[in-house]
């Protein structure tokens, strides 16, 4: 059985069960059920897809698992402790299902638990070294009065006027205190744009967790997606 590009920790599967039954002359129905664990955050908010093979290579490609879902309406699926059934109504395989591929999107970061109450501080740099460090991020918030930042599923916006670097940003490090009564944090992304000076646009895709109890057990991530000096040098004189 191959499984790939399945973040473990957010999704544990005990087991996934095939049934497959001829519905036509030229058509089978595959009944697929799903196990999800019952480990802390065992499930998911990511897209789910599965690709079913035979002997021969004959293949069924499902690229949205959950579409083909049939638990009662509004059923959250590969939730922690979940058995989720699905049914796929396609051309037959030449053999019985002997192989399967299963792949996550890697998406969501509304998981239980996803939002933090801790003080989350962030510094960015350039490739020279310059620094921005701002070390309670949500003082610098721009959401309506009341809003509550870093929760499950948000998407919060921050401002921070200060001395310009001398280049774009390309390395960020996010910080957690660990305080608060859901200290673990987790992020899909941080994006900073920068409106003066060196002007730029980046992303930073994290899709992990800030915390002492989830994997990779850290309160300090930082994502360097900086090229070296010279480097931007040549390229500035290639412009030119």
């Keep these: 059985m191959a499984i790939s590009n399945l973040s473990t920790y957010l999704l544990l599967l005990f087991f996934l069960e095939i049934v497959a039954s001829v519905s036509s002359e030229m058509s089978c129905v595959y009944t697929i059920f799903v196990k999800t664990g019952t480990a802390d955050s065992a499930g998911t908010d990511a897209t789910i897809s599965l690709i079913l093979n035979d002997a021969y290579g004959s293949e069924v490609n499902i690229p949205n698992l959950d579409r083909y879902g049939e ?5 959250n699926y590969f939730e922690n402790g979940n058995i989720d059934k699905f049914s796929i109504t396609t051309s037959c395989m030449k053999s019985p299902v002997c192989s399967i591929t299963l ?7 509304t998981a239980d638990s996803a939002g933090t109450d801790a003080t989350i501080s962030l510094i960015l740099n350039d490739a020279y070294g310059s620094e921005v460090n701002i070390p309670n ?13 870093f929760e499950n599923g948000n ?20 910080s957690s205190d660990n305080s608060g009564g859901k200290p673990g944090w987790y992020v899909d992304y941080v994006q900073v744009v920068t409106s003066k000076g060196a002007v730029g646009d980046i992303t930073f895709e994290f899709y992990g967790w800030l915390a002492e109890d989830e994997p990779p057990y850290k309160l300090t991530r930082t994502f360097d997606r900086c090229a070296p000096p010279t ?3 040549q390229i500035t004189d290639a412009i030119i």
Excluded: A
């Excluded at 638990?71 to 059923?75: A, F, R």
């Excluded at 774009?168 to 490090?173: K, L």
């Design 103 to 109: 792949s996550s999107d890697n998406s969501g970061g």
């Design 71 to 75: 638990m009662d309406p509004g059923h």
């Design 137 to 149: 991020l949500d003082r610098y918030g721009e959401m309506d009065p009341g809003h509550n930042y």
């Design 231 to 233: 480097q931007l040098l």
């Design 155 to 174: 998407i919060d916006k921050f401002s921070i006027t200060t001395s310009c670097m001398k280049s774009p940003v390309c390395s960020i490090t996010l």
